[in-house]
């Protein structure tokens, strides 16, 4: 990885998204690092095989240390609307994905990790309470955010409307239990080698 800056790897070592965390110092977003790891023999990690290494990394060499706080913030509940859910489950594509400023398409995801990728656009943290399991293939089209740089000008839905419409799931606003990732201590500059 080149020219990553620690809050990135911070956030991928630990799987937390950058709004679920805090105690950052000012330099851990603009600071840049090259970082070169192998792990013995060929074999190629999945994400989850990777944290605990790069958290040891992280600890190693900048010293990071953290601690987990559990909060309560406004937010939504990611439940099934009334009709039910009108998912595609997939059919074996391998995981991929995107977010444009108008549609969010994944294939090859849980709804667990969706409602973590559908917070961006809502601003709000979102807790899973559909109570669906495996996997599914995910499009949904809606009209961008109406902004002064930026005028909704549209026929599409509302985010809201189109993730009721299209996958057959609705937000509800409530106070939802969120894990936060408090930095205590990061070292601007790594020991060596």
Not at 20 to 38: L, M, Q, S, V
Not at 127 to 150: C, I, K, M, Q, W
Not at 161 to 190: R, S, Y
Request: net charge negative; with cysteine.
């Amino acid at each position: 990885m080149h020219y990553a800056s620690l809050a990135y790897l911070i956030c991928m070592a630990y799987g937390v998204d950058w709004h679920r965390t805090t105690g950052w110092p000012d330099w851990i977003n603009t600071e840049r690092y090259d970082f070169n790891a192998k792990v013995e023999g060929d074999m190629l990690l999945t994400q989850e095989q990777m944290q605990p290494l790069l958290q040891n990394l992280l600890q190693e060499r900048f010293h990071v240390k953290v601690h987990h706080e559990h909060k309560i913030v406004p937010g939504y509940a990611l439940v099934i609307a009334k009709g039910g859910p009108k998912l595609q489950p997939n059919k074996g594509a391998p995981f991929h994905g995107m977010i444009g400023n108008s549609e969010i398409r994944f294939w090859n995801e849980s709804i667990k990790s969706f409602a973590l990728i559908f917070e961006t656009p809502v601003e709000r943290p979102i807790v899973d309470r559909t109570g669906l399991e495996g996997t599914y293939d995910l499009d949904l089209n809606f009209a961008p955010e109406d902004t002064p740089s930026n005028p909704a000008d549209s026929k599409l839905p509302d985010i809201f409307t189109a993730l009721h419409e299209q996958l057959g799931l609705k937000l509800v606003p409530q106070k939802v239990p969120i894990d936060f990732l408090v930095i205590d201590h990061a070292d601007k500059i790594p020991t060596e080698n």
